[in-house]
């Protein structure tokens, strides 16, 4: 199946996009208070093209000593950057999913190879949708796809709660008991926030990232049967937008139920 078979109008998403020298400081005010995870920087070429998103602004920051903080908020947007996966609209899927894997990112760019059409702009949130039409499939159920939850002791810092994340590979951590958690977007929320960001943003601002995540807003995850479809899981997931499911003592991203099975061999494309 090509991707635009399976995504018949993503070369007509709409979503914002900006030019390099942009300050960072207006790109992560727009990742806060909209409804996505990328903002892409033009040109939107067929090679080469980036996009700053919350995650990797994130781990700039944490290279970063306090005291810089307001010069790189003051500075061009490209320098939080990163690679944004290209992909032909006329590609199979697999093509897609290759893109996701090669980058261990969930979004890519969807180029048709014209000048007047606008690239597209797909997410793992999307690909989701393709269980509900049956251009998915697979026999695995949240029990083989779920990961071991990551639970911090205590009232750790923003600063100690990244670090985890990153050395894990994990993009949110349960707070004591599992009950709740603290993701990559809970912290944008608060730093990114127009309060936290004027403190940071001035020279020799305050440490932000020394804040405990127990003032972070949590998050509460979807409980399901470890014996879940992959289907139904998918359809629960885009219930909520960069949510997750927990089955036992594991928790089920969206790249856990389009990837894993895929990366496995055991994903059915119609």
Known sequence: MKIIQAFPKIMQTQYPTVKAGYPLLTILYLLRMTDVDAVPILPLAE???????GFSSLQLFMKLSPRH???????PCEAASDELPVVSAGAELESLFEAFRSRQLGFAIVHDGTRTSRPGLIGLWDVLRLYGTGALRTELRTEDLGTKILITSGAITIRDALRTMFRSRHRRIFLPGGRSYVSDRSVMNYLFSPTVLEEIGRDGGRDALATPITQLHASAPIAVSQRMPARSAALNLRKDRGGCLVAGRKVVT???VVMKPWLT??????
């Open 254 to 256: 969206a790249w856990d």
């Open 265 to 270: 061999g055991k994903l059915t494309i119609a």
């Open 47 to 53: 090679k080469g093209s980036r996009a700053v998103f």
């Open 69 to 75: 903080f307001g010069e790189v908020l003051r500075g």
